[in-house]
């Protein structure tokens, strides 16, 4: 016996939440399952807050920005629920920086997105609570913001369960089949058949593409973010403090106080690879010290550390997208953040219901296809700053 659908769902994190509402507000039937609970932190959408922003070393990748900003506000709309805190955004570029500013500015020039460009002694006369080296170029963006992770994650979920969807936690997929007319996927609460199938599944993504002889060259690391509190936390209240991203090898990003008197902030791209199923969640002393000693430097009055979580990056070699049907297999549809996708979440709920729709979007994902070099070349260098 199986259950029919017109849609399957697998990986309930922010992509395939948000996939699922997609699909559900559509009127078509959904199922999705996840191997863990919802709001599991065995992934990447769970704790506090995430980064909105449109600075981006692509004109595309801008433009996207723009269409995720549009959608985040439909989705407060829709759930009636306050979802993105504006608190602007400042990318901290040092003197010989790796991260090249040029492409950023040029970037947010050709869109039309408005910003300011300041020295380190101007940033300071504006946000005195960073000590930042001569030298430094500062990007300011007004509009930069925070959308909570786990919240978010959650309303994306309850949506797709009000507009009819099935989500099914605890329930991971054990075998994928192309049918030819559609899927068929193995649970153990049974079989489900499906017209297609999203499969946001993250770190287990090519656990659940073996079936159609898919494995991506994916690294996943086990990051951290640490909270630190300061002794005034007024100072990093969000209207006055804002987020920030130190562009440079190796990058960190932070964060004001955001529904509580603590800052946050993280190393981008900084922690071990590990395998999903047998990672630790204990605390990085070593990570920890190496964040905090740059967060001390450059924002020192941020106070000591009083606690850090666990989070997991799953990596694309070239750190872009995936977002596109299995080449040879167009009812398997792949959506996979690169660590860096759930400020495009509800964008990519949208672009990947078109994908198993219609088989086409209107957004020119091309750079997120699945036979790119960085996914087909063995010798393409892995690069992940952005």
């Known amino acids: 016996m199986s259950e029919r659908f017109d849609h399957a769902v697998v990986g309930l994190g922010a992509l395939g939440s948000a996939a699922a509402m997609e699909l559900a507000r559509r009127g078509r039937s959904v199922v999705g399952l996840d191997r863990f609970a919802l709001g599991h932190d065995r992934g990447a959408s769970h704790d506090t807050s995430r980064i909105l922003r449109h600075s981006y070393h692509t004109p595309a990748y801008v433009r996207l920005t723009q269409e995720a900003y549009a959608d985040w506000a439909r989705l407060e709309r829709d759930s009636a629920t306050s979802l993105v805190t504006t608190v602007g955004g400042l990318d901290l570029f040092p003197p010989d920086a790796a991260i090249a500013p040029k492409e950023y500015v040029e970037s947010l020039e050709a869109v ?53 969807a099935v989500l099914r936690p605890e329930c991971p997929v054990t075998e994928l089949a192309d049918t030819g007319g559609g899927v068929r996927l193995r649970t153990p609460a049974g079989d489900v058949e499906a017209g297609s199938v999203v499969v946001c599944a993250d770190a287990w993504v090519n656990d659940v593409l073996a079936g159609v002889g898919v494995e991506l060259p994916l690294e996943t690391t086990l990051e951290q973010v640490t909270y630190f509190r300061p002794e005034d936390a007024s100072r990093f209240a969000p209207e006055r403090h804002p987020l920030w991203i130190w562009m440079d090898d190796p990058s960190y990003y932070g964060f004001p106080c955001y529904g509580e008197p603590t800052v946050k902030a993280a190393q981008d791209c900084g922690g071990p690879t590990v ?33 850090s979580l666990r989070c997991q990056y799953t990596l694309t ?3 872009d997208f995936v977002l596109a049907p299995v080449p040879g297999h167009d009812s398997v549809v792949v959506g996979l953040g690169a660590a860096h996708g759930f400020k495009f979440a509800p964008t990519f709920g949208r672009l990947l219901a078109d994908l198993a729709v219609e088989g086409d ?11 790119r070099p960085a996914l087909t070349d063995p010798d393409y260098a892995a690069h992940w700053l952005v």
């Open 112 to 164: 039309g997105i408005d910003f300011e460009q300041l020295d380190a002694r101007e940033a300071a006369a504006r946000w005195p609570e960073f000590r930042l080296p001569e030298g430094t170029l500062v990007l300011h963006q007004r509009d930069a913001a925070i959308v909570p992770a786990a919240v978010g994650t959650a309303t994306m979920q309850q949506r797709a369960a009000w507009h009819g």
């Open 275 to 307: 395998d999903p199923d047998a990672r630790t969640s204990e605390r990085d002393e070593a990570m920890e010290e190496r964040l905090a000693d740059h967060v001390r430097r450059v924002l020192p009055g941020s106070g000591d550390p009083v606690r």
């Open 361 to 371: 979007t209107t957004v020119d994902v091309t750079p997120f296809r699945l036979d």
């Open 317 to 319: 070699p070239d750190r």
